[in-house]
């Protein structure tokens, strides 16, 4: 385990010589990332340091290049002594706040501040940053990134700020706030939202191509791709947990008195859940049955492969049809090409240049050991073999993805005797990532465009959106969807949710006259009527906006709103059951309102003017706020039904003489009375 040390700065000392302090300390005394970490080198390579899953054998790297040239081909250094100050501070956060995923968003701020302070004062002395400098900095991110990640780096200089303040590291105490807003997730209408949609979505081309796709696929790649996105249709997954699944995820039980059978898989949530079974809903139980039954079938020989060398370390696999050749101590270059599975007559000898293995030439023939062949396919095995996954256990030979070398990439040969796991990339890649640089996806090989012509395109993640926004869209309770999202929070659901205006609209349309899903005068209105019901519907429901509480359904093209910021007293109001956040605010405001109450009681028994009015309104306000928390709490309505109040009984309003004269105002809850005359 890399040990952690925590830097304490020395009151006496000026911020140049605690810098230093700390620099020596991170580079001499800490092992995160190694303890054979080449700390002056500008390239770390990370990869044996982290755990992350769905990347296969891709290497992670720390490029310690300035913010101008990080895009670039040959990028420049970030200039001294700010780079030796970056390394430490990479260094020291990892071991603090260990992260893989903003790995490359703290690093990005480093960047900023360091440009900031070349294009301030010349140089990149950290010890004279100051408020301008990471104001400067944090434009420089907005002027570069988009603004979702303009913002996530934002709070990571906001972090680095801090940290130079507490350890006295500048010249200037520093007390600097990201100032970059965070995107404005929550619209739901404008371009904007459109945008963010179409981007998050994955089109409707694609969903209606898919499972033509599915059931036409033969080769090896088209049927893992396409057998992947068939599960990732049935259950919003993240696509490192999918390929970290088991070769015996599948899971069936008995449930209730009814007996029926539930299917679900074996689930190990990366952010934080806990383990889990994920049920699979019965209309896609037969789907995913045969979508993993698919990929167990085209991977049966990876998992052979990777059973023999846990069982044989030190001797290569070879394929039923050149095992005789075991027994050889010279191999030509055709041998060995049918051994390692390379067709092409070139392809063994720069398999052997690439390897550094020297062969023998006779009469126009060269000879490569066996021996030294072994060897090298040996060093092939994948990082950690024979384990894919050191937080689990899970080993290759107990996989669900694991495929032969190559296996996946129609550019190269495919391996005879290697293995390796399917990564998240390959996965994209064939689903158009990289159709633009010539990559066949498997809608380009079945012929399936966008309805412009243009190729399909989409990722992995764009189906966790997508389900996430019809089980938004259903009315599934916040909490359920975030369990079925392997959450641990349901705040995070909200970046998910993708549900259109209309999507809204027509959702509580829908509910109007249903008295298992509409609770309130318009369940019982629509029966009173002599038109269709959805017609009724839409004359009553002619538009909705969300508010804090709910659904707004006044139209603002009749009438501005009478009662602005007051909507618990208004029947415009839409509550629905099920989303947890608005209900946290509904008790919120109780709670908020009983105590007005109490403070306009009190007004009241002094007999302030006008105070009766006042606890009249918080009476009434307590009294709607109670009867939807009831109905919210009650076990018999269901979860997503809409629920709508009865209009607000009217109140006689009393008008109160006061006894004394009181010449001062009076606050009473968020108001005030006015100066009262004798």
């Not at 997730?185 to 796709?213: C, H, N």
Request: hydrophobic share 40%; with cysteine.
């Amino acid at each position: 385990m890399a040990e952690i040390l925590l830097f304490q700065p020395k009151a006496e000392l000026d911020a140049f010589e605690n810098l230093q302090g700390f620099i020596d300390s991170c580079r001499t005394e800490l092992t995160v990332f190694g303890a054979d970490l080449p700390f002056d080198a500008n390239v770390w390579d990370i990869t044996n340091s982290i755990n992350l899953k769905g990347y296969g054998n891709k290497r992670h790297r720390l490029i310690f290049s300035s913010l101008e040239t990080v895009n670039d081909n040959l990028p420049s250094s970030m200039a001294e002594p700010f780079l030796s100050f970056a390394k430490a501070y990479m260094r020291y956060m990892q071991g603090f706040r260990p992260t893989v995923g903003i790995a490359a968003t703290r690093l990005t701020a480093l960047r900023a501040l360091e440009g900031s302070l070349r294009k301030s004062f010349g140089d990149s002395n950290l010890v004279k940053a100051d408020i301008l400098t990471f104001n400067q900095a944090a434009q420089m991110i907005v002027d570069k990134y988009s603004a979702t990640n303009a913002y996530r780096m934002g709070g990571q200089l906001e972090m680095l700020a801090d940290f130079l303040s507490k350890n006295k590291l500048t010249t200037i105490p520093i007390r600097w706030r990201n100032f970059i807003k965070r995107p404005a997730d929550t619209i739901r209408v404008g371009k904007d939202f459109d945008d963010r949609r179409k981007d998050r979505m994955p089109s409707q081309a694609a969903l209606d191509a898919l499972p033509e796709v599915y059931l036409k696929a033969v080769e090896p790649v088209d049927v893992i791709v396409s057998s992947v996105t068939a599960i990732l249709c049935a259950s919003p997954d993240r696509i490192s947990e999918l390929l970290s699944l088991p070769l015996e995820c599948e899971l069936r039980q008995k449930t209730g008195k009814t007996g029926i059978d539930a299917y679900g898989l074996r689930w190990w949530p990366a952010k934080g859940a806990d383990p889990m079974v994920k049920w699979i809903v019965p209309s896609m139980v037969s789907v995913v049955q045969e979508a993993i039954a698919k990929i167990r079938k085209v991977t049966e020989e990876s998992r052979r492969i990777a059973k023999w060398y846990e069982d044989n370390p030190t001797r290569i696999y070879l394929v039923a049809e050149c095992e005789h050749l075991r027994k050889h101590e010279w191999l030509t270059m055709s041998e060995l090409g049918n051994i390692l599975g390379l067709s092409d007559r070139t392809s063994p000898i720069e398999w052997c240049k690439t390897h550094h293995l020297e062969g023998l030439k006779g009469s126009g023939i060269i000879y490569i050991l066996f021996s030294d062949v072994e060897k090298a396919v040996i060093r092939m095995l994948p990082k950690n073999f024979p384990l894919m996954d050191k937080k689990t256990g899970l080993k290759y030979s107990e996989s669900l993805f694991v495929v032969r070398r190559n296996e996946l990439g129609a550019q190269r040969c495919t391996y005879n005797c290697m293995i390796e796991s399917i990564s998240i990339n390959q996965i994209n890649s064939s689903l158009g990532g990289r159709v633009s640089s010539g990559f066949a996806s498997v809608f380009t090989k079945h012929g399936f465009v966008e309805p412009d012509g243009s190729d399909i395109k989409i990722t992995t993640h764009q189906f966790r959106h997508y389900l996430n926004t019809l089980a938004q869209a259903g009315g599934l309770s916040q909490l359920d969807i975030a369990k079925w999202s392997g959450r641990k929070d349901i705040r995070q659901n909200a970046a998910y949710d993708h549900v259109t205006p209309g999507q809204m609209i027509q959702k509580i349309r829908d509910a109007v006259g249903g008295e298992s899903v509409m609770f309130g005068p318009l369940a019982e209105l629509s029966k009173k009527t002599l038109i269709p019901r959805d017609e009724f519907a839409r004359l009553v429901v002619p538009t909705a906006h969300t508010t804090e509480l709910g659904y707004c359904i006044h139209d603002y093209t009749m009438s501005p709103c009478q009662i602005h910021m007051d909507c618990i007293n208004c029947t415009d109001l839409i509550c629905v059951k099920g989303d947890l956040v608005k209900e946290r605010r509904l008790r919120s405001q109780l709670d908020e309102a009983q105590s007005l109450m109490l403070k306009a009681e009190q007004a009241n028994k002094e007999q302030y003017f006008g105070s009766d009015r006042w606890l009249d309104h918080h009476k009434n306000t307590v009294a709607r706020l109670t009867e939807l928390l009831s109905i919210m709490d009650d076990p018999k309505v269901p979860v997503g039904a809409v629920i709508q109040l009865s209009p607000p009984k009217s109140s006689v309003q009393k008008i109160s003489t006061p006894k004394k004269l009181k010449k001062s105002a009076k606050v009473i809850g968020n108001s005030s009375i006015e100066l009262e005359m004798e």
